[in-house]
């Protein structure tokens, strides 16, 4: 599976972007015990962007999600931090969540927080976990890319889009939630979502995934919460929909309002 995640995706990953400085943060991985790589496309002061790359919290990486860390670096004109979290199923939760903890309270300075799929999962997970134990960090603001945020499989959406043969199914969130072990656990499985102060937020939600209705219900309890909340509907999209940038329109789109949501919350 693993192997198949980079094959899949390797037109997009393997492209030249000579534009591109990729260098390991061996100051930060040191802290977290994890690579942790940062993508700069060009000198800037803006706060970062840390981005959780998704994978079911199994078969991803960030050679996987190469692409997305590259032109989110290029479009939002920042450096883009990307962590590598450890995986299951040889490493269930919570070890990637605590990862994930421990990259946030090792950043120094202002920063935005992000990620797609189980990567939103984890950057919501990490926050929560932190607050939790007494030490809540607070990035300028939060994106979440067609996140999983519950171990529903009975939804609206996954009876309408669970079987696809060709994008995710809901077999396989089925076996990502299996491999990762964090069905009722607080800081996986967000059916309720604990009371934290959380940063103006943006969801963007592929109209044709599974999990749709995942961000859909995460977003009434943002509301809920009193958090700020700027929705992006793709119509026509499927999960994973980032990973074809530089060459899908809608993608291009995402990562313009992604840019703009980062601009507007850098003060």
Known sequence: ?????????RYWNDAPRPWLDLAEDSTLSRLVGRPVKRFRSCHSDAPPLVWMHGGGWSIGSISTHHAVFAELSQFCRRDVIALHPRQAPEHPYPAPVKNVAALLVALRGPF?????????????????????????VFPRSLTLAYGCFQARFDTESHVAFGSSPVSLSTAKMRQFWSFYGGTGQPFADFATLPNINLPPTQLHIAALDPLRDDSLDIEAQLHDLGVSVDRHDWAGMTHGFLHYLPDLPQAM????AISNHLERNDT
């Open 112 to 136: 935005h927080l992000g990620g797609d799929s189980a990567g939103a999962n984890l950057a919501l997970g990490g926050l929560a976990c932190l607050h939790a134990n007494g030490q809540p």
């Open 1 to 9: 599976m693993r192997a198949h995640a980079i094959d899949g995706k």
């Open 253 to 256: 789109s995402a990562i313009e």
